[in-house]
């Protein structure tokens, strides 16, 4: 595990960084209630993440990920997992950060106001 939430329904989010994909469990800990990513499969599309590095839910249940090590950006779903939308740019690899409009160099964790 590499970090991790607390929604505001009291569900556990697991960020599991070099396994490319982040958790969501119940708040007894004991049963898997949705996936991002695919297992063990980096990439920089709607599906895969590249070494994530964060998570934070919204009050409106909207996600949010810093998908920062391999791809240098930040990736919106809704609150079922579909695909919103992704800001930086978002190739992977080391030509895809940056310190420009749209760039990112190794997001983190994105603030959620309560």
């Known amino acids: 595990m590499h970090s ?7 569900n556990v989010w697991v960020v ?11 708040p007894m800990l004991d049963r898997v209630l949705m996936q991002l990513g695919t297992t063990g499969v980096s990439g920089n599309d709607a599906g895969h993440f590249s070494r994530p590095s964060g998570i934070s839910v ?11 090590y391999g791809n240098n950006r930040v990736v919106m779903y809704a609150s079922d997992g579909t695909f919103i939308k992704q800001i930086g740019m ?3 690899g080391p030509d895809d950060r940056g310190t420009g409009p749209g760039q ?7 603030a959620v106001p309560c």
């Open 4 to 10: 991790g939430e607390v929604d505001w329904d009291g």
């Open 104 to 110: 990112f160099h190794l997001p983190h964790q994105a």
């Open 58 to 68: 919204l009050h409106s249940g909207r996600i949010i990920v810093t998908d920062g």
């Open 90 to 92: 978002g190739n992977g």
């Open 16 to 26: 599991e960084r070099d396994n490319h994909r982040i958790l969501k469990l119940n």
